[in-house]
């Protein structure tokens, strides 16, 4: 051992037993800062040392896009910071309007100069994001489709210690190349003053303009390159010498998820005996109201006519019981259960204050990151419904009957709201959440069942220091009984 | 785990179901590509987490058959007797599939052959339709000669095939016996074999081809096989150093060490130099005593919530004596299925299990890693390296200040136990002789209305 280890390792045995916790996150770290401490504040370790550039590869009217936003929000949900960079959006702004198909012609020079600018201002943007602002991951979305393209981006990331890792989508099937067409370029600002055939017809002459020149990524010449190539919309993959654990996760998300049309249902139980008395977690039953709930979304469900719908619950009594009065096969998980509150199970906000006011104000500071003592946080909840999140990507039609918090976070990753939104995110009692994936994001139709419910929604309060008035602390309290 | 697989209502509830038909596995390759060393690892795995699965090498029904080895000559594509003998072995080897699949509650079999022909493939295919089996291929296609041959050194040589051949006679016989499969070898096709369900696994998992994966087993097993790899390297499980309350002799809680506990530590690290490891990953969990362990190793460590003790709900920080005085029912229930048993508002070992996966997905990607951890913990960690099963599990002897050096050999694991030398308590409890068992609906109740006074007492229960 050198003579900077060892005394660092004689710093570390004196500090052996000075741990202190970190109040909000209930985290031991070392009394003295210690440089060898640097966590990224989450559950589970990111494993991530340099930062990961994503790039896209692949014709127009592939899916690129649609893949980068979602990949994105998923990153994002899972705690690695993502940020996706789309050229055609560089492009639109340099040009101010779009003529027609033949910016894209391969002989058009002035074009393809403006193209490269713009390649250029979207890989700075990428260098500002990474290096920066210690992003973790970028996505580079753009065609790609030539190996000197892919060239420019390799010694881009190679000058700044990025790792590279390429995602293709090749497709030659014309019902979904046009079905794409029409979910997302006919709406594309690049078409606001087209007819729907006018459209169409430029847009495949788009295409054509980059088949002349596309040369896919290759088995042989690019051995040495990480990839993951998708073809016809996920019936066959290939993947080429993945690096690391987040490649590896991005590829396992990559081969889940599907474009097949479906919906998925997101409500909590009914309500229950202590939702009625303002208190927190526990495993009561339902109340009244809340069986009277659970026959409604029985109707409601048979009313929406879904072939094999898959029903999920939590382990706990009050969506298993909701469950019950639907009349069909459902599935427990135990990773459904609502957030564990720890020693403030079972109690009233009123006796939170009371008992743990720190730990009352803690929360409304930083409510995502916060965790109950001996309980869990949001960010605990996250990564405990990852597996949920994996299998609805795979799954076509499911009514998941949760809880508040989780499916606060269930939402946040559909909806692709931030770590400070999802806490707040209005989950009330007795109402459906139907979520349709639709162009590159997911429609929400809110339905309330009309069987009448307490609210259990806090909103943050306006002072969250840990000396306010028991008064300020509660102002947020919904009524209770 | 091992054990029956429980298909009724009850048991749905704790893991998502994820097959509805049972799974046929087909391995594909040439001899010494890394079949049955995938077969087994992937067994081992979905065991672990729950789904009960079975390999069934074709080579082991032919050495059972034969009794003796000669030569490669059995091989030979035109020995016509051989030929008869190994159809044979393959067909009783695809009727216990069938018996495993169908009658004793398996749900994933993994048959475990060359299967290098299309024609041995499509009986396979059509078996497995006429029993409502899916099927997923996984083929392994290797042509660097050094990896061969490592094979051939780590798990050919010491084949009951070749008890009496020195190494130089094994070695040549073998590379015989891959020709006589060499030439009819027809490997899955992109495009003729375009509707079936398969990875093929290239060059140690430099690539992967993945063709039609139709459900969650599957998509399991693609993730499974895409971050093994055969590096050599070693894993080193071991416990925090001895807390406050392993001395009080209560459990759970988030105690600090102990001074011998802190000696353990110290020694750890010492330890931790003379093996002189190469790029030494360590984690520990995120509970005060793992971390003061890894803080005397004065190197980076990664916290996992993930690695926490198992959370003994209502029972935590209690001595054993105090849970048997207060909810004597849940004691016995304990001792009844320790596996399965879970603490009230806390978790069952094969909770933990499920908790660890990513853990273990972790582990399957690293190299050396050191793991601080608990003692449920190492035991579900230990069961999975081991191969153990379910009820071998919760009584696996992980005691406090000793390290577990696990080095990956052959098919299985070395298992190196090394003591620091510290003294510490014992924290391990023997499974007791079981009593008259109980049914498990009725003590929850019980034991419910003693604490909240509801005035009920009837006795419990007794199922013989």
């Not at chain 1, 096969?329 to 403030?344: F, T």
């Not at chain 1, 918090?405 to 959440?433: G, I, Q, W």
């Not at chain 2, 789904?51 to 030569?71: A, C, H, L, W």
Request: hydrophobic share 35%.
């Amino acid at each position: 051992m050198d003579r900077e280890a060892a005394s660092q390792a004689e710093e570390m045995s004196k500090s052996q037993a000075t741990l202190t916790q970190n109040p909000l996150e209930k985290t031991w770290v070392p009394w003295m800062k210690s440089r060898l401490n640097k966590r990224r504040g989450s559950s589970v370790p990111q494993f991530t040392n340099s930062p990961t550039l994503i790039v896209m590869v692949g014709l127009p009217a592939r899916g690129k896009t649609y893949i980068s936003k979602k990949l994105t929000r998923y990153l994002n949900w899972i705690g690695v910071s993502t940020k996706a960079f789309n050229v055609g959006e560089y492009r639109r702004e340099a040009t101010c309007s779009y003529n027609s198909y033949e910016f894209f012609s391969p002989d058009n020079t002035e074009a393809m100069e403006i193209r490269k600018t713009c390649v250029a201002a979207a890989l700075k943007d990428v260098f500002t994001y990474l290096t920066r602002y210690q992003g973790q991951v970028a996505v580079f979305d753009a065609t790609n489709t030539t190996p000197e393209r892919r060239q420019v981006i390799l010694s881009f990331a190679k000058d700044n210690g990025y790792k590279v890792f390429f995602v293709e989508s090749i497709c030659d099937d014309p019902e979904i190349i046009a079905e794409n067409i029409k979910q997302v370029k006919l709406t594309s600002p690049d078409y606001t003053d087209c007819d729907k055939e006018e459209a169409l017809v430029d847009f495949l002459k788009r295409i054509e303009c980059y088949q002349q020149t596309y040369i896919p990524l290759d088995d042989d010449t690019d051995r040495n390159l990480s990839y993951i190539k998708i073809f016809n919309v996920g019936s066959r993959y290939l993947v080429n010498k993945v690096q690391d654990h987040i490649q590896s996760r991005i590829v396992y998300y990559l081969m889940n998820i599907h474009v097949t049309p479906r919906s998925i249902y997101l409500c909590r139980h009914g309500e229950s005996e202590l939702n009625l008395l303002g208190r927190i977690g526990g495993d009561p039953g339902l109340s009244h109201r809340g069986t009277k709930f659970a026959t409604a979304l029985g109707d409601y469900m048979r009313d929406q006519s879904i072939s094999d719908l898959k029903v999920w619950t939590s382990h706990m009594k009050r969506t298993i019981q909701t469950a019950e009065f639907l009349g069909v096969q459902y599935e427990q998980w135990k990773a459904l259960n609502e957030i564990d509150a720890g020693v403030c199970e079972e109690m009233t906000y009123e006796e939170i204050q009371e008992h743990f006011p720190e730990e009352f104000a803690l929360r409304d500071q930083d409510k995502y990151r916060y965790r109950y003592p001996k309980g869990e946080s949001y960010e605990d909840l996250v990564h405990r419904l990852e597996p949920v999140i994996m299998e609805l990507e795979r799954q076509e039609n499911v009514l998941v009957i949760c809880h508040q918090a989780v499916m606060r976070c269930l939402l946040a990753y559909f909806l692709n709201k931030s770590d400070d939104e999802l806490p707040y995110l209005k989950c009330p009692l007795h109402t459906v959440l139907k979520l349709t994936p639709i162009a590159y994001g997911c429609k929400v139709e809110s339905v309330f069942l009309n069987i009448e419910a307490v609210n259990t929604h806090r909103d943050r309060p306006e002072n969250v220091d840990v000396d306010r008035d028991p008064e300020e602390a509660l102002e947020t309290v919904p009524d209770h009984m | 785990m091992r054990g029956c697989s429980n298909r009724s209502k009850q048991n749905q509830g704790k893991a998502v179901c994820m097959t509805n038909c049972p799974t046929l596995i087909v391995t594909v390759g040439l001899p010494a590509r890394g079949k049955t060393y995938i077969s087994k690892k992937l067994t081992r795995y979905l065991n672990w987490i729950g789904v009960p699965t079975r390999e069934f090498n074709v080579g082991q029904y032919r050495r059972d058959f034969m009794k003796i080895y000669k030569s490669f000559e059995f091989f030979r594509p035109d020995n016509e007797e051989g030929l008869k003998i190994r159809q044979q072995c393959a067909s009783a080897a695809l009727n216990d599939v069938r018996q495993y699949l169908a009658e004793d509650g398996g749900q994933v079999a993994v048959f475990d052959a060359t299967n290098t022909t299309r024609e041995r493939r499509e009986t396979i295919i059509q078996f497995a339709e006429q029993n409502g089996f899916k099927v997923f291929f996984v083929e392994s296609v290797c042509e660097d000669p050094d990896v061969i041959q490592e094979n051939i050194v780590q798990v050919k040589l010491c084949s009951p095939d070749y008890t009496n051949c020195n190494t130089d006679e094994a070695v040549e016989d073998f590379m015989q016996r891959i020709k006589c499969y060499e030439n009819s070898y027809e490997t899955l096709d992109e495009v003729l074999d375009r509707d079936l369900s398969y990875i093929k696994i290239i060059d140690v998992g430099q690539r992967y081809l993945v063709n039609r994966v139709l459900d969650h087993i599957q998509s399991r097993i693609v993730y499974y096989l895409m971050n093994i790899h055969i590096t050599p390297r070693s894993i080193y499980l071991c416990r925090h150093g001895e807390s406050e309350l392993n001395v009080k002799g209560r459990i759970g809680g988030d105690s600090g060490l102990t001074t011998r506990g802190k000696q353990f530590a110290k020694k750890l690290a010492q330890f931790i130099q003379t093996q002189s490891i190469v790029d030494l990953k360590v984690w520990t969990s995120q509970m005060k005593r793992t971390i003061q362990t890894a803080e005397a190793l004065a190197v980076p460590y990664e916290q996992w919530k993930a690695l926490n003790e198992i959370d003994a709900g209502v029972c935590e920080e209690m001595m054993y004596e105090e849970i048997q005085e207060s909810h004597p029912l849940e004691f016995a229930l304990r001792d009844q299925d320790k596996y399965r048993y879970r603490y009230p508002k806390g978790e069952s070992y094969e909770d933990l299990v499920q908790r660890l996966e990513p853990v273990i997905m972790e582990l399957e990607r690293q190299e050396n890693v050191l793991v601080i951890c608990h003692q449920a913990v190492m035991r579900c960690l230990l069961a999975y390296f081991l191969d153990k099963s379910a009820e071998e599990l919760p009584y696996l002897k992980c005691p406090l200040h000793t390290v577990l050096k696990l080095t990956p050999v052959a098919y299985g694991c070395k298992v190196e136990s090394i003591s620091l030398n510290v003294d510490a308590v014992n924290t391990h409890r023997e499974k007791p002789e079981i009593g008259p068992l109980i049914d498990p609906r009725l003590v929850r109740h019980q034991e419910r209305c003693r604490h909240q006074n509801c005035g009920e007492d009837k006795p419990p229960l007794i199922v013989r």
